[in-house]
């Protein structure tokens, strides 16, 4: 099964920028679409963003259209999501995510989650 890694959370400040991975061991990366989902504490779950394999398409949610790019660094085997202007609503555990056999945008089940890594945007 497809093992997925999430790492690159934090604490900054609204307005700062972080950038998360999304890496996975024992399969080609590049061969998977690849979601990236948030949940806060006491919210339901929701899709912020997705890659497709081959990189032949990305969605955003409306919520972070033009403060968020998702990428490929194939060399790593890594998704990334880079985030700018971060606002305090993005704080959350991030999650990627991916499923198997379908290769666009967006994910519409997933069948394997990363561990999350927490995203802390301060005032």
């Known amino acids: 099964q497809v093992h997925l890694v999430e790492s690159g959370g934090g604490v900054v400040q609204s307005g700062g920028s972080l950038r998360l991975s999304c890496t996975a061991s024992?399969?080609?990366?590049?061969?998977?679409?690849i979601g990236w989902y948030r949940q806060a504490p006491g919210k339901e779950r929701e899709g912020v963003s997705c890659?497709?394999?081959?990189?032949?398409?990305?969605y955003y949610a409306d919520s972070v259209k033009g403060r968020f790019t998702i990428s490929r660094n194939y060399s790593k085997n890594t998704v990334e999501l880079q985030m700018d202007s971060l606002k305090s609503e993005d704080t959350a555990v991030y999650y990627c995510?991916?499923?198997?056999?379908?290769?666009?945008?967006?994910?519409?089940?997933?069948?394997?989650w990363g561990q999350g890594t927490q995203v802390t945007v301060s005032s």
């Open positions: 024992g399969v080609i990366l590049e061969y998977y679409t």
């Open positions: 890659i497709s394999a081959g990189h032949h398409s990305t």
């Open positions: 995510a991916t499923r198997l056999y379908w290769q666009g945008c967006p994910l519409p089940e997933q069948d394997f």
